[in-house]
């Protein structure tokens, strides 16, 4: 009998609804249960996917294919347990559907409406593609009161009360800010919006206050009293140093064991939670640190980054290191120094991204970084770049571009116009629709015997996750390879290059797919494990 849990926020956003969530299925899952995370958006795109990073951050996607919210990153890293494109959904996607179906008449010629066409749909969507789960856990985005979250909420009040108690809970996550003029904490935002919840039919069954500081007792009983919930079951969600640390934490503070008697489970037998304070032990006992220059062009939002720089933490947590990240805005290199700006770090990370701004930058950091012998992981855009380094500075193709910064006679990077995934042939072209049309999911890669990346991942063959339009251009091989860089990653048909590396750089490695997005913080990702070690040893040579 699969239960669901239906976590909701209040007051403010990001108070971190997605942790919480994650936080609560890892800590199921060391109960023994089988678990599913899923996430409801209320905005009208279809998915993320044709959004700025600095409107909606990290877009994480899935091993089918999927476009999601960087939330499932968080569900993925903390439970292991791959997220698949039926895990989110959004308005757009709901209504997008909604439509199709009243278009080919599947109403019946009936009034199409948000009760009960479109709060059916997303019934439908919370109840689909499940097998043997016990619990399926959906976050619903947004905040109580927000106009656009208004039938999601509608579809959870109606699905608990067609599922019941026995098999279902309604978790309310708030904030409870300490006011420094008037030295206390103050309880009223989080009565405001329960009664919001509650005016939309929904009681709350459990409480996570967000806080900065412990819960007094007082507050607690008040908080219970006035939101008419069970005093044990207003849990304090307390900032903590690592969020490593949150699955004990709540596990500490009751969270559990709440769920636990909710459904009428057994609570006698404890969560395992060593592998979590195996992990927090790491993070915050390192035996050494080093130091990251991520050269992006999106660091003022950390969001935009976010699985990548939990995957460099995950780097450190194999190495026993703390990995101190120095973000970099890459269009500075345009106007000031690259050495003045690397010359102190330990290892240079370029990310994935879009456009021409920022791309010189991001050519003077792979630049810098083998001429210096300083290690160097360009992700997606950073290996195009580094390709485009070589062909410039090495291989004397002095005009070498990607059509993606427009026409170019060298087109050393180009955009992808066919493809295969699985068995079918996938072709695209530049007036094609933005939204969904990338090279998405996971696809294998063939390893080149010998190599380092062979060797790191001890293994002939891989499969790793894209999400990106354009590709190097296999007709340029011959003419890099004779500067001394070397294809160690391909297509199994040979066709499309997925990874290059510098044989004689002490780690200088470029690859096309996003290997953040498999790392977990108990089983950090091969590459990201040797790229932090290399710079470990980088750290021990300045």
């Known amino acids: 009998m699969t239960r669901f849990i239906f976590i909701t926020g209040g007051v403010v956003s990001s108070l971190g609804k997605g942790l919480c969530s994650a936080s609560l299925g890892a800590l199921l899952q060391a109960r023994g249960y089988r678990v599913r995370l899923r996430k409801l958006d209320p905005y009208l795109n279809v998915d993320p996917g044709t959004m700025s990073p600095y409107q909606h951050g990290e877009v994480y996607v899935t091993d089918d294919g999927a476009e999601t919210d960087l939330d499932l990153g968080h569900y993925e890293r903390f439970t ?6 039926s895990d989110s959904v959004t308005t757009g996607r709901i209504y997008s559907n909604v439509i199709a179906k009243e278009r080919r008449g599947d109403y019946l010629g009936g009034t199409v409406q948000v009760i009960p066409h479109v709060t059916d749909a997303i019934k439908e969507f919370i109840q689909a593609d499940i097998t043997d789960e016990d619990f399926v856990l959906c976050e619903i985005g947004g905040t109580v009161g927000d106009i656009e979250s208004l039938p999601f909420l509608e579809a959870i009040r109606q699905l608990g009360n067609e599922l019941g108690a026995e098999r279902s809970l309604f978790m309310h996550l708030t904030l409870v800010p300490f006011i420094s003029a008037a030295g206390e904490l103050k309880t009223k935002p989080t009565q405001h919006s329960v009664k919001e919840l509650l005016g939309l039919g929904i009681q709350p069954d459990i409480l996570m206050c967000r806080i900065d500081r412990p819960l007094p007792s007082s507050d607690r009983r008040k908080i219970a009293l006035f939101c008419n919930v069970r005093e044990e079951a207003v849990i304090p969600a307390m900032d903590v140093d690592t969020i490593y640390r949150v699955p004990i934490a709540y596990h ?3 969270l559990d064991t709440q769920v636990c008697k909710h459904f009428k489970l057994p609570t006698e037998q404890e969560p395992v939670l060593q592998r979590w304070s195996d992990i927090v032990e790491n993070v915050c006992r390192p035996e050494g640190e ?10 003022q939002l950390k969001d935009a980054y976010k699985s990548l720089s939990e995957a460099l933490e995950h780097g450190g947590i194999a190495n026993r290191v703390k990995v101190k990240l120095d973000w970099i805005d890459s269009e500075i290199f345009e106007r000031e120094d690259v050495v003045s700006h690397l010359e102190h770090v330990d290892g240079i990370l370029v990310p994935g991204g879009f456009g021409e701004r920022g791309a010189q930058g991001k050519i ?24 485009i380094e070589a062909a410039r500075n090495i291989a004397g193709i002095e005009k070498a571009s990607s059509t993606e910064f427009g026409p170019t006679p060298d087109a050393v ?24 049309t990338m090279r998405l999911g996971a696809y294998p890669c063939a390893l080149k015997p010998g190599s380092r990346v062979a060797e790191i991942y001890a293994s002939p063959s891989i499969t790793e996750r894209h999400r990106h339009r354009y590709e190097v251009n296999i007709n340029y091989r011959s003419q890099l390879e004779k500067t001394g860089l070397v294809f160690s990653g391909m297509s199994p048909d040979g066709v499309l290059p997925e990874i290059v590396e510098y044989p004689d750089h002490p780690w200088f490695v470029g690859v096309q797919f996003h290997p953040e997005l498999k790392s977990k913080p108990f089983e950090p990702h091969p590459l990201f494990t040797s790229f932090i070690q290399a710079a470990v040893t980088q750290s021990r040579l300045v």
């Not at 080093?290 to 660091?299: D, E, F, L, S």
């Open 252 to 254: 500490d503070e009751g």
């Open 364 to 387: 003077l950091a792979a630049k810098f970084a083998r001429e210096r012998k300083v290690p160097y992981f360009g992700i997606c855009f950073g290996m195009q770049m580094a390709v």
């Open 290 to 299: 080093v130091t990251i220059a991520v050269v992006g062009k999106y660091v």
């Open 413 to 436: 990077v180009g955009l992808m116009t066919e493809w295969v995934k699985g068995n079918e042939v996938q072709k695209r072209t530049s007036e094609t629709d933005k939204g969904g």
């Open 80 to 85: 292991g347990v791959s997220s698949r494109g």
